[in-house]
């Protein structure tokens, strides 16, 4: 692709360095760009800066939040001894969508997957284990997406807490194999939730 401008250029590469953006659809993006106002560019621009240099995660269960402990840990009508286990915060997003799940999460940010280099080390695997070792959880319940990735994830931690005091289940799977959480409408999302399954059933289908 020839530029005739290197301020283009380097505009366009930064923008195809996105997941799923190729240089053509970079360029349309940029283009774009520069035909709004101004201010809604610096606008975009700033807010971009910003959530980059002040984002937080909760130092409780990792979702993103603007302060240390998130909304949904320091609420105290939610339970704290029923913890959702999830993938990533946009799976909290769909499962609070549903408004049917008053536990709190435990975000993983990703899952087990060899492949793509992904081990147990790089998860927040150990703070979930050392929350279900000091007694404070009840129960969790599995939320990963239906993938061999997600299924490994969710055999890994059970095995590290079996021998603990704790009820482990999972979300009944009303979503097709290979689905993301994120893509489940809400009512089934939601209905899963409550129809969860003990997870050593699960491990027997
Ligand atoms: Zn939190």
């Known amino acids: 692709m020839q530029f005739s401008s290197k301020l283009l250029e380097d505009a366009v590469n930064e923008m195809a360095q996105l997941p799923g953006i190729g240089k053509r659809t970079a360029l349309r993006l940029v283009l774009h760009l520069l035909r709004q106002p101004e ?3 610096i606008g975009l621009a700033q807010s971009l800066s910003k959530v980059r240099a002040e984002i937080n995660f909760c130092q409780s ?8 402990v998130c909304e949904i840990c320091s609420n105290p009508n939610r339970i704290g001894e029923l913890i959702c286990v999830v993938e990533d915060i946009r799976d909290v ?6 408004s049917t799940f008053k536990g709190l999460y435990h975000v993983l940010g990703g899952k087990i997957s060899p492949i793509d280099g992904i081990g147990p ?9 050392n929350k279900v070792k000091s007694g404070e959880v009840k129960e969790l319940i599995f939320a990963m997406s239906p993938t061999m990735e997600g299924d490994t994830t969710n055999f890994y931690i059970f095995r590290q807490i079996q021998d603990y005091d704790v009820a482990v289940s999972t979300i009944a799977r009303g979503v097709a194999a290979g689905n993301e959480l994120e893509y489940t409408d809400e009512i089934t999302l939601g209905r899963s939730i409550q129809d969860r399954i003990p997870f050593e ?5």
Do not use: G, H
């Open 61 to 68: 269960c990792y979702n993103i939040s603007d302060k240390k």
């Open 121 to 129: 080390q790089d998860l927040k695997i150990q703070s979930l284990v």
């Open 39 to 41: 201010q809604q560019t």
């Open 201 to 205: 059933t699960s491990l027997k289908s």
């Open 93 to 98: 997003m769909a499962i609070e969508n549903t």
